[in-house]
């Protein structure tokens, strides 16, 4: 969505709409997986995934962006782990909203 027209929305709603961008691949999901299993991954993601280095640094890319994960340079790898605290935004985030809904 535009700049412009997401001033048209709350901020709830923008932040919805940008943690669901962020988690609307497969590919994120599965390094989400990943990373909860795991907990600090470094550079082995490639390897767990049937995606090329640029590809998943893309998906890294994306879900850092919204702070899903978060990366700390060592050495020469980047080590990614599940950033806490969005990681509890996002269940409060996504079940107030699903608590909201009249339907079901």
Same mark, same amino acid.
């Given at each position: ?27 994120? @999901?599965?390094?989400? *997986? %990943?990373?909860?299993? =795991?907990? +600090?991954? $470094? ?7 049937? &995606? ?15 702070? @899903?994960?978060?990366? *700390? %340079?060592?050495?020469? =790898?980047? +080590?990614? $782990? ?7 935004? &996002? ?14």
């Amino acid at each position: 969505m535009g700049s412009t027209k997401a001033n048209l929305f709350t901020v709830e709603q923008n932040e919805i709409a940008a943690l669901a961008k962020a988690l609307g691949h497969p590919a994120r @999901i599965a390094i989400l *997986e %990943i990373l909860s299993k =795991r907990g +600090c991954v $470094c550079g082995e993601l490639v390897e767990e995934l049937p &995606l090329s280095q640029a590809t998943v640094s893309q998906h890294l890319k994306a879900l850092k962006e919204t702070n @899903i994960i978060k990366g *700390e %340079i060592e050495g020469t =790898r980047t +080590c990614y $782990c599940i950033n806490p605290q969005t990681w509890q935004k &996002l269940k409060v985030v996504f079940a107030g909203f699903l608590q909201k809904s009249k339907c079901c």
